[in-house]
């Protein structure tokens, strides 16, 4: 059982190269621009590796958003050579010696790499709503409600879903319009649309759905679902959504 | 001078803070919320395994209740623990999980019939019953006598962090994201809010509050390698040191948790040993029955631990270019059980080592994982000597956890203590205490003197660079107030700390940027930090014992006789070391008198009252038949429960009084 961690690259460690787009808001005399790095690679090293030191050891002024490090929170989506990832458990490895990184479009840029996905995770939620309604009053000293473990695994599958932005970074209508609510809103009402413990109805859903911020606005060029770090299958619950909300409509 | 004014701040948006604001909320009170950043973002949301309460619904929980709950949080805490607030919270856990549930956890169910497992290493059938179909299910955790870790795949943090961070949204409660505390506003005896620096704009605002709530996660940055996120750096902890008068209590226990990916320190979940996972060392031999023969890989976390280092130390370690591992196998539990109850350790495992646990091994050591001390809070989650700060989940020394926490307990404390905290925040901002008398010049000092801080790192004649400061402690940390502790490493680390903490003077911010300006971020991070890393070193230093997770090479036996007691620091201005005094636990009053773990070291120093505690505990047990009763001879605490949350559970074929 050969079982080693991988190590490409060990022996000519190669000299990485990062453009970084740089550009203060805060500030009214910063003009955005591209600025250059040089690090050498090291074993295993991810972006969030490079990142740190370059603020470390080169310029302790980049601004770039990290949490868990582990791929969990979602806090470090950006475009990396013009596509969106999480940066932490993007390897060097498997990048050019040469990379450009720039903030997610799409969100309030707050500095550098950083934007407000925040802000706009938040307005969505409340716009849309995306909590259970229930009418029963919740009593906890009594035995749960059942709920078939299927279902269970089912409602997980779309709520795996980290608010990272990426989909929205790669949406076509998002980047026109600031009121659509994108894969990630869609996604989110079909979890919530599936689960027995929510009282709404198709109706209810259509009013904030049914319309072009909503799933008609989708012009299905499906950069969401290619580039969703978590894999949620978002191709088919917006065609999910829209068939429920063109039946609703009528 | 910009202020504002709420009943209640609660400094912290993982799970305890916007539990206890969703309390607040529905008595009536408006809390505001501040987090670093978006609050689904918190900390919680990387908690993979699971969430302990005492359900008993599958066929390996059967006969799970409360006093078992008890037990085993008692017992894992190596009898550190404060015995009323353990039972406060074994009894609330069942609740706080409903709640969570009606609020729209998909909590993994139990399918009524046959299903396979993997216990000891073997597959075996196991039958769940027909009627407990679609009920709540749990999985099996270290140190517990029952399968009660009621989980969401491995995504449970997410899961109950989403569904929380929404229910807050639902309840029109204000959060600010992207805020950080950097000092509480105090009178000496009183809490009035926090100065807040705003990590957009850089500007500073004071928010003045009747009752405060520090709900801001661990300190596991103190050190190098470990699983936490980048953002605990216990600035929240480090806050209420600094006042002087608030305490931190037991900074000493430190969790290493046994299963970090090697070498980034990224964790997999002990659900991966719950759930029949396996230790291995470089000869592919499973070594923790030699060690542990009664529990093996379930033993509890720091016992794990040093037997994975010790095992390391004589040799049996796997060598590598970072140092040397030993490896966790998951491969016997197969394809489906990977791909669907540990999917995110499988996405861990592909994206940081390139290695496909279905078919690979995993390399791991033990990793700084969880912070057992923190802002020394009474039952009620209050601080007992500054009035009006509160505190609530991994932040809080409230008490349950005492030298060593269960894996499952803290997820389940963080709600359970929200929930608490917002019921007794809500009779304080409803009680004559909860008036507020606080005079601008007061708020006005405090914001002043923030100002003048942070201005002075840029006017620096050192040359200091604040990442280099913080680093250096880190290793300090991680090198010599780890797993295995002794005087002269101690001595060697806080003699490095406090030359470190000199060496802030001569920190210097080069930038100027407007705005949220890291660098500037550290610098005044780096001396809270330190802070908090000389209670750590100076605890450990002073109690010459071993309990739980805080283990003297030089005192290897837990010595109830003179170390049953919690460490309580204090930090006066100016001052080089914290202040230590301690504060006795009362065996005359425990329902659970000291013994042994039932894992780890058989002996221990005894308390000189223990046997006749026992003698007292074993006639009540003799007397009387209803477990209620018995509880409640031994030692009654539902009085110091909020009253919304006294009654009892609710369990599948349980009669009253069994
Ligand atoms: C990798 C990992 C896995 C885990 N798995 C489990 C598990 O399976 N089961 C279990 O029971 N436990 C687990 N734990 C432990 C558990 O996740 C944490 O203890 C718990 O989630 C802490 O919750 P909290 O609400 O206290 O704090 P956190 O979730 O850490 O939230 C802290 C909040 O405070 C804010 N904050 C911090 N400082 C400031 C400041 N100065 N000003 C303003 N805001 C501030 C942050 O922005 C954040 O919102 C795990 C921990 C780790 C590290
Ligand atoms: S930092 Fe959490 S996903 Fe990258």
């Known amino acids: 059982m050969s079982n080693t961690i991988p190590a490409k690259n060990v022996e000519v460690a190669r000299k990485l190269k990062f453009n970084i787009y740089r550009h203060n808001p805060k500030d009214e005399n910063s003009k955005p621009f591209f600025q250059t790095y040089e690090i050498d690679e090291a074993d295993s090293m991810t972006l969030f590796i490079a990142l740190s030191e370059i603020r470390e050891n080169l310029d302790p002024t980049v601004q770039f958003d990290f949490v868990c490090r582990a791929g969990i929170c979602g806090s470090c989506a950006m475009l990396v050579n013009g596509r969106p990832k999480l940066a932490c458990r993007t390897l060097t490895k498997d990048l050019p010696s040469e990379v450009t990184l720039a903030p997610l479009p799409g969100f309030e840029l707050i500095g550098d790499l950083s934007v407000n996905t925040g802000k706009w995770m938040r307005n969505m939620s409340e716009h849309l709503e995306t909590w259970i309604h229930n009418k029963e009053k919740e009593n906890f000293n009594v035995i749960e409600e059942r709920m078939d473990p299927d279902k269970a695994e089912e409602i997980y599958e779309l709520e795996r879903c980290v608010e990272c932005g990426c989909c929205i970074a790669a949406c076509g209508t998002a980047q026109m319009r600031n009121d659509f609510v994108g894969a990630v809103g869609i996604n989110q009402l079909a979890r919530f649309s599936i689960d027995p413990r929510d009282d709404r109805d198709d109706a209810k859903f259509y009013e904030v759905l049914g319309t072009d911020e909503g799933v008609f606005g989708c012009m299905t060029l499906l950069g969401c679902d290619d580039m969703c770090p978590k894999e949620l299958p978002l191709a088919q619950q917006i065609a999910y959504m829209r068939r429920k909300m063109a039946k609703a409509e009528v | ?658």
């Open chain 2, 1 to 658: 001078m910009q202020v504002i004014y709420s009943d209640a701040l609660v400094i912290g948006g993982g799970l305890a803070g916007l539990r206890a604001a969703i309390g607040m909320k529905r008595r009536g009170h408006d809390p505001i919320v501040l987090s670093l950043v978006p609050p689904k973002r918190s900390h919680s949301a990387a908690a993979q395994g699971g969430m302990q309460a005492s359900l008993g619904n599958t066929i390996k929980g059967e006969g799970d209740n409360e006093d078992v709950h008890f037990q085993d949080t008692v017992r894992g805490s190596d009898w550190g623990a404060d015995q009323d607030v353990a039972r406060m919270f074994v009894n609330t856990a069942p609740k706080a999980i409903r709640e969570l549930a009606a609020w729209g956890v998909p909590w993994g169910r139990v399918r009524g019939g046959d299903h396979e497992s993997v216990i000891d290493g073997k597959k075996v059938t196991l039958t769940e019953k027909k009627e407990a179909h679609g009920l709540i299910a749990a999985r099996n955790f270290g140190g517990t006598q029952k399968w009660r870790t009621c989980y969401v795949s491995d995504g449970t943090g997410h899961s109950m962090l989403y569904t929380m961070s929404n229910q807050a949204i639902a309840e029109n409660i204000p959060v600010v994201e992207r805020a950080e505390a950097i000092s509480l506003i105090h009178d000496g005896e009183r809490c009035h809010g926090a100065i807040v620096r705003c990590l957009i704009t850089g500007e500073l605002t004071a928010y003045v509050a009747k009752a405060t709530c520090i709900a801001t996660g661990g300190f596991g940055r103190i050190y190098r390698t470990s699983t936490n996120a980048v953002i605990n750096e216990g600035i929240g902890a480090a806050i209420a040191l600094e006042t002087g008068i608030a305490k931190l209590g037991n900074m000493e226990a430190v969790q290493f948790h046994p299963t970090g990916i090697f070498p980034a320190g990224i964790l997999v979940t002990e659900g991966c040993r719950g759930d029949g996972g396996l230790l291995l060392d470089n000869k592919e031999h499973r070594f923790m029955p030699d060690y542990e023969p009664e529990k093996k890989e379930l033993a509890s976390r720091d016992v794990v631990s040093r037997c994975m280092e010790t095992h390391i130390a004589r040799g049996n370690g796997v060598q590598s270019r970072f140092g040397e591992h030993l490896w966790l196998d998951i491969r016997l539990l197969g394809k489906k059980h990977i791909e669907g109850k540990l999917r995110e350790v499988k996405e861990i495992c592909e994206y940081f080592l390139g290695v496909d646990p279905i078919k690979q091994l995993i390399p791991v050591r033990p990793a700084q994982h969880y912070s057992m001390g923190g802002v020394r809070t009474d039952y009620t989650g209050q601080s007992p000597t500054l009035k009006g700060l509160f505190s609530a989940g991994e932040s809080a020394c409230w008490d349950m956890h005492g030298f060593n926490r269960l894996g499952g307990n803290s997820v389940a404390e963080t709600a359970v203590a929200g929930m608490i905290v917002g019921e007794t925040m809500s009779e304080y901002l409803e009680s004559d205490a909860g008036d507020i008398k606080v005079s601008t010049a007061l708020v006005k000092d405090f914001l002043t003197k923030q100002e003048k801080e942070l201005a002075g790192y840029a006017n620096s004649k050192g040359n200091r660079n604040p990442f280099h400061v913080i680093r250096e402690m880190q290793e300090t940390m991680s090198k010599d107030v780890a797993i295995f502790r002794s005087e002269d490493r101690l001595n060697a680390a806080i003699e490095k700390l406090t030359e470190l903490q000199r060496q802030v003077a001569d920190i210097k911010v080069n930038s100027s940027a407007k705005g949220a300006n890291p660098e500037l971020m550290a610098a005044y991070r780096a001396p809270k930090m330190l802070k908090l890393a000389l209670c750590v070193a100076q605890g450990a230093l002073q109690r010459t014992e071993s309990r739980g997770a805080h283990f003297r090479e030089d005192y290897p036996l837990r010595d109830d006789a003179n170390w049953l007691n919690r460490t309580l620091a204090s930090w006066k201005e100016g001052d080089e070391l914290p202040s230590l005094e301690y504060e006795q636990l009362d065996v005359k009053t425990m329902e659970y008198p000291p013994a042994w773990r039932g894992y780890g070291a058989k002996e221990w120093k005894e308390h000189p009252e223990t046997a006749a505690r026992q003698a007292e505990v074993d006639a009540v047990k003799e007397k009387l038949s209803d477990r209620f009763a018995i509880q409640n001879e031994l030692m009654p605490y539902e009085h110091k429960l909020p009253e919304l949350l006294r009654s009892r559970n609710e369990r599948l074929g349980e009669k009253e009084g069994q």
